[in-house]
């Protein structure tokens, strides 16, 4: 059943950048939210508390805050995941699943993020893209995490692959593939990411390898493997604690947030693109936290 609703939901729009003065569309829904996390609407300087299960509009711009992170699930399957003191904001999102196409661009000036490629129906292809000050990542069915900002300056500079070099905090990015890559075995599909700055382009196609990208103008270095420090660097930015505590494993967590955005889109899909404000009970989460 959940399937044949998100099928529905999925089926029913084409969604396309909106031309200057439309109304903004919608692109996915927020799934799981811990701590402070803001939207500052498209167009708008109005800034508000993001709600579990309310809609993601064009040209949104999410602000965390620290040890905060919001998940969303976008309407192609693909989970975008904006940790901590990060802006984000999904600024092209053309997806029609009778054509099997898509096209994603993702902007990230500040923070933590990590993308993990959906499995939509019909399989779309098309160019799914983020962007950063210094860097452009081009996705090819994977899962990827990065950083940007004084964070990425932090953990690479005790990196022994990059070593001493000169960084903008407010440029500086990290990237390192998670997976899966093209020995992953089971039912995964092997994926890369090509990384291009500074005048040239590194292809990551194996998990926790990376490539750092210091300022605008200069090359970038890489591909290295991360150390287990910087991995676990990078993912404290990624998941931090839910007030309140929590527990658990990182897979079960991630597991349970995933799980639950799926639900959340199969159940509203439809009524949150018809700007329908019904909002069913998800399966509880100690880790999700929706906001006043």
């Given at each position: 059943m959940r399937g044949?609703?998100?099928?529905?939901?999925?089926?029913s729009v084409a969604l396309v950048a909106a031309p200057a003065g439309a109304q903004p569309s919608?692109?996915?829904i927020n799934a799981a939210i811990r701590n402070k996390v803001e939207i500052r609407g498209a167009g708008t300087n109005r800034v508000r508390p993001a709600l579990l299960r309310e809609r993601v509009m064009l040209n949104d711009e999410v602000r965390t805050g620290a040890a905060s992170q919001l998940q969303i699930l976008l309407l192609d399957r693909s989970t975008f995941t904006v940790g901590a003191s990060a802006r984000v904001a999904v600024d092209r999102?053309?997806?029609d699943p009778a054509a099997r196409s898509r096209s994603v661009g993702v902007s990230v000036t500040r923070g933590a993020f990590r993308f993990m490629s959906g499995r939509a129906l019909g399989k779309p292809s098309g160019p799914v893209t983020v962007r950063t000050p210094v860097a452009s990542i081009g996705i090819r069915g994977t899962i990827f995490e990065g950083v940007v900002g004084e964070d990425a300056v932090r953990i690479a500079r005790n990196e022994p692959s990059v070593g001493k070099v000169k960084s903008k905090e407010d440029e500086a990015t990290l990237i390192v593939l998670r997976g899966p890559g093209p020995k992953s075995q089971g039912d995964t599909i092997p994926g890369a990411i090509d990384v291009t700055g500074g005048g040239r382009t590194v292809t990551l196609d194996a998990p926790e390898y990376a490539v750092y990208a210091p300022?605008?103008?200069?090359?970038?270095?890489?591909?290295?493997?991360?150390?287990?420090?910087?991995?676990?660097?990078?993912?404290?930015?990624?998941?931090?604690?839910?007030?309140?505590g929590g527990g658990g494993s990182?897979?079960?967590?991630?597991?349970?947030?995933?799980?639950?955005?799926?639900?959340?889109?199969?159940?509203?899909?439809?009524?949150?693109?018809?700007?329908?404000?019904k909002k069913p009970k998800l399966p509880?989460?100690?880790?999700q936290q929706q906001k006043p």
């Open positions: 044949g609703r998100l099928t529905a939901a999925l089926a919608p692109v996915g999102f053309v997806y300022r605008s103008g200069a090359p970038m270095i890489g591909p290295f493997r991360l150390t287990p420090a910087g991995l676990a660097a990078l993912q404290a930015l990624l998941r931090p604690p839910a007030q309140g990182h897979t079960a967590r991630n597991a349970a947030l995933i799980g639950a955005g799926i639900i959340a889109a199969g159940v509203l899909g439809s009524g949150l693109l018809k700007g329908k404000k509880n989460d100690p880790n």
